[in-house]
């Protein structure tokens, strides 16, 4: 089944990534796999209007479409749209680096909003990077652009990296 995100982005549908297929085949594959639409899209990619669009190791790119749906009292978009792409791109960069058996969760992110987001401005990209891979933590950085580069956002985040059976219960 199709679902249209917005215009021009759909998934093959709306769910979560196995994690059966997380423990067995690592975090890279599962992020190709969720991209390719072997596994679903989050529901808040819908909810959203946000998705993957570039997958590689150490490294994503989501795009979006904030529109009037996700407005604050002062009609901008609420800060909360753009800290929730963001920490999609800054947690799953980490995901990336993942091995089989290994899972992540955020600790801490930090996102810097140095312009409004408004109904309006179309598309939206954010791309997220892994600046440090230890054992069992990983920082990521990431900015958010409008469609002419100009920089939105930018932000930190720190995962810990732990085995996928504490999970699977």
Not at 134 to 150: I, P
């Amino acid at each position: 089944m199709t679902v249209e995100i917005y215009p021009g982005m759909t998934v093959s549908g709306i769910g979560t990534v196995p994690l059966a297929a997380l423990a067995r085949d690592g975090g890279l594959k599962a992020m190709l796999d969720l991209m390719a639409g072997i596994h679903p899209a989050p529901s808040m990619s819908a909810t959203l209007r946000f998705g993957l669009d570039e997958v590689e190791e150490g490294r994503v790119v989501f795009r979006g479409l904030p529109t009037d749906e996700h407005l604050n009292p002062l009609g901008t978009v609420h800060g909360g749209w753009a800290a929730t792409i963001m920490d999609s791109a800054l947690g799953s960069a980490v995901m990336t680096t993942l091995k089989p058996g290994e899972a992540y969760t955020t600790v801490e992110f930090k996102v810097n909003l140095v312009r409004p987001l408004l109904p309006g401005m179309g598309e939206v990209f954010c791309e997220g990077r892994v600046v440090h891979r230890g054992r069992t933590l990983a920082t990521s950085e990431a900015s958010l652009k409008d469609r002419n580069g100009k920089l939105l956002a930018h932000g930190t985040e720190t995962c810990a990296i732990f085995p996928i059976e504490n999970l699977m219960r």
